[in-house]
Structures are given as structure tokens and as C-alpha cells.
């Protein structure tokens, strides 16, 4: 009598149909080739080297922006990957800011020179390209006079005086050289003198409008160092540490729309530049 294989035949059919979908539903993501902490969404992979979402500052790059001023990564307008400063139109109630500022400013923090000699870092450049608004764009130092803790100054150069020395850069950016031996520098408060002659002025107040050169101030400081540091001057994050170099756009009082980027910056002999900023 012979046995019928109709049974056997359909089991063997229906594993190798399953077999199949499993396949295909596999198959159905592309493989990735980076870490992806986001849920799938059906939207098509984008490689990191590209993302137009804002994207975490470089290592030693702070933002120290208050209220609504924001410094983060983006692109820059020519699909390449810049620092963005970004101020913003809205008023805000004072309290942000030492002082009684109820703008917006962004501040973008340099934290890894904190102890470097004034006297060996001779000069700060950035380039920056702007792309909305006119709001002022500067360089504060965060000065320790004995490098010891007892007096910390807040000095700033003047960016009407520093903008019509910047130099053309490729992707129409500029360059700004806020060099210590130019005529462009002032201090938060009181001027700092000379500590053997107290009618000496080295640095003059900001609200004297009388902007220095700091050789005068190396020599008669010589120990002066950059410092990371928690102050009171007005227009800095109020109870907050900031860097001791600072680029800043806009003032405590800035309520417009204002886009900057910045591509490079060197401090010294230090040079930070976007293609190391970029980790695909």
C-alpha cells in the first residue's frame, strides 16, 4: 500500500515560506555603520559629517551665552561645519547677567588656557563670517593679575577698532587679530595701575573710551595669567565661571537677531580650525 506525501510535502512548504519572510524583513534596514540612540523612524540614515541639527561644541570650546544667545556647531551656509553665534530679538528680565543687562549675548568660552602668562600668548585671532545682523564681535580676557587668585580683571578689546584691521579668508569669512600690542584694550571698573607709580595708567576703564596697548601692563605684570574664573563683572553670566578667553557677540543689552561663524581661532601658537572640529 502506498503512503501519501501530501502532509510532509505542505510542512516542508510552509517552513521555507517563513523562512523566506524572515529573510526579507532583515534585510529591510541598511546596516549601520555608527551607534544610533534613536528610535526607527522609516527616515533615511544621515552620515554624522552632515547633520544640520545643532551639534556639541568642540572639546575646550563653552557655551557661556545668556538668556536667549545661543553658541553651538552647525553649517555654515556652504555645507561646512562651523562655531555658530546666535543672538536673539527678545527682551528679558534682568537677572542673567551681573548687572542690570536684560539682552541677549552669546559667549563662546575657550576654557583650556586658564594659567597661561599673558605675557606668552601675544595675540588671539578668529575668523568669522556674518550672516545676519551688525551686533559686535570681541574678545574678553580674564585676567589674574599675580596669577594667584587675589585680583581678577575683566579686559576687553574694542571691536570698532579691531574690525578694520580684519584680513579676507576663503568662504567669504574674515579675520580678526585681537593682537595685546594694539591700541584696542580696556578693562571692566577701575583702570589697573602701575603697581610701583599709582598715577600710572596701564589699562584704562571701559567707560573712559581710552583703549591701550598691554605691553606697558606685561611689563609691570609679568606673573599676569589667563584665568578660568566666577566674577562680578557687569556682562558676564551672573554665578557662573567663565572662561578665561571669551568671544562674544552682542552686549547685555542686544535685542536683535545676530548670526555669526567662526571656522578658526588660534590663541598664541594654538590653533583650532573646523577640520578638526568635524568626526564623521
Known amino acids: ?40 523612524t522609516g527616515a533615511q540614515d544621515v552620515p554624522p559629517s552632515i547633520i544640520i541639527e545643532p ?18 556647531l552647525a553649517l555654515d551656509g ?25 539682552g541677549n549675548r552669546a559667549l563662546l568660552g575657550l576654557g583650556k588656557h586658564s594659567d597661561l602668562k599673558v605675557t606668552e600668548l601675544s595675540s588671539i585671532t578668529f575668523d568669522r563670517k556674518t550672516i545676519e545682523g551688525s551686533e559686535p564681535l570681541t574678545v574678553l580676557l580674564s ?17 570698532q577698532k579691531l574690525e578694520p584691521g580684519a584680513t579676507p579668508q576663503a568662504d567669504d569669512y574674515s579675520r580678526i587679530n585681537a593682537d595685546l600690542a594694539l591700541e584696542v584694550w580696556s578693562v571692566s571698573g577701575q583702570a589697573i595701575v602701575d603697581p610701583s607709580d599709582a598715577t600710572l595708567e596701564l589699562v584704562s ?4 573710551a581710552k583703549p591701550k596697548s ?20 557687569d556682562g558676564l553670566p551672573k554665578n557662573l565661571t567663565t572662561a578665561g578667553i571669551l568671544i562674544s557677540l552682542g552686549t547685555p543689552d542686544t535685542k536683535t537677531n545676530s548670526t555669526t561663524f567662526i571656522n578658526r581661532v588660534s590663541v598664541g601658537n594654538t590653533v583650532y580650525e573646523a577640520s578638526e572640529w568635524v568626526k564623521p
Not at 501530501?6 to 534596514?29: D, E, H
Not at 568642540?58 to 557655551?63: A, K, M, Q, R, V
Open 1 to 40: 500500500m502506498k503512503l501519501s506525501t501530501a502532509p510532509a510535502n505542505l510542512t516542508l512548504m510552509k517552513a521555507i515560506l517563513l523562512l523566506g519572510l524572515s529573510l526579507t524583513a532583515a534585510c529591510g534596514r541598511e546596516t549601520k555603520i555608527y551607534n544610533d540612540p534613536k528610535p526607527d
Open 55 to 72: 551639534r556639541s561644541l568642540p572639546t575646550g570650546f563653552f557655551d557661556q551665552s545668556v538668556n536667549q544667545a545661543v553658541v553651538d
Open 78 to 102: 556652504d555645507s561646512k561645519v562651523a562655531v555658530r553665534m546666535k543672538t536673539s530679538s527678545q527682551t528679558q528680565a534682568a537677572g542673567g547677567f551681573n548687572g542690570t543687562g536684560g
Open 143 to 159: 585676567v589674574d593679575l599675580q596669577c594667584d587668585g587675589s585680583s581678577t580683571r575683566l579686559l576687553s578689546a574694542d571691536s
Open 205 to 208: 576703564s571701559v567707560s573712559d
Open 214 to 233: 598691554l605691553t606697558k601692563f606685561m611689563q609691570a605684570y609679568p606673573k599676569a595669567c589667563l584665568k578660568n574664573a566666577k566674577t562680578q563683572d
